[in-house]
């Protein structure tokens, strides 16, 4: 069995990860933002390998949730689910990101620098990655006006091409991006048209499965088929300059 980390386990497509790990007798380490939400894991927590408790919006923060599963021990996969979208204004974090990339983009770079390097790594993006090409000229959207669907776009894209740097950089994980699809969750709303377990299989196969179709790495993946991502994403310059401008804005460094 294996030991699964899973960011933003509280509702949505991470609890519902989570709760199929489980039942699958995997064991799960889950993440809540704050105290306050972890209460909402009363269910999963008795089963679960620990909870982890930290805001991604703060940079302090999410270095803590780094130490805080190291201590528990080497993860074999970490699903990057936690993110973001409605936003009316760009918001400011701790360290002066918009709220955004901060929770979408530069957690997870941060977490997967920080964290022992697992077997798998699963980063969970959107069909809307596809809008989000261009971000570079102004990536923490200090000159921009703000426009909310672009910045999520953005965010989504830029895991991506973390997925595929990282399938590059590290050859003996596999690393690779999912677009869930628009899901029935507080964030897809009542309307989505896929149900909640379907949005979360995909996440879940990559991160256990040993299947000869999940045991690859560098991939863009929709409902267990893998799909051609954004050009951009896909581009190694794109990519390497990129991780250059998320380790300028986090000041840490991928090893």
Known sequence: MARIFITGSTDGLGRAAARSLLNDGHEVVLHARSSERAST?????????????????????????????NAIGRMDAVIHNAGIYAAA????????????????TLAPFMLTALME????????????????????RDLDWTRRPWDPARAYAESKLHVVALAFFLARRWPEVLSNAVDPGWVRTRM????????????????SWL???????????????????????????????FQSELIARLQELTGVALP
């Open 41 to 69: 894991l009363a269910d999963l927590a008795p089963q679960a390998a620990g909870v982890v408790i930290g805001d991604l919006r703060s940079a302090a923060e999410t270095r803590d949730i780094a130490g805080q599963v």
């Open 89 to 104: 204004n760009r918001g400011s974090t701790p360290e002066g990101h918009a709220c955004i990339l901060a929770v979408n």
């Open 117 to 136: 390097r697992p077997d798998r790594l699963v980063y969970l993006s959107s069909g809307l990655h596809r809008g989000g090409e261009g971000s570079l």
């Open 207 to 237: 991160a256990v499965s040993t299947q000869r179709a999940a045991m690859v790495s560098g991939r863009y993946w929709h409902h267990q088929k893998e799909e051609a991502p954004a050009a951009e994403a896909a581009d190694t310059t």
């Open 188 to 203: 897809g709303g009542a309307s989505a048209p896929v149900d909640i377990d379907t949005g979360q299989r995909t996440q």
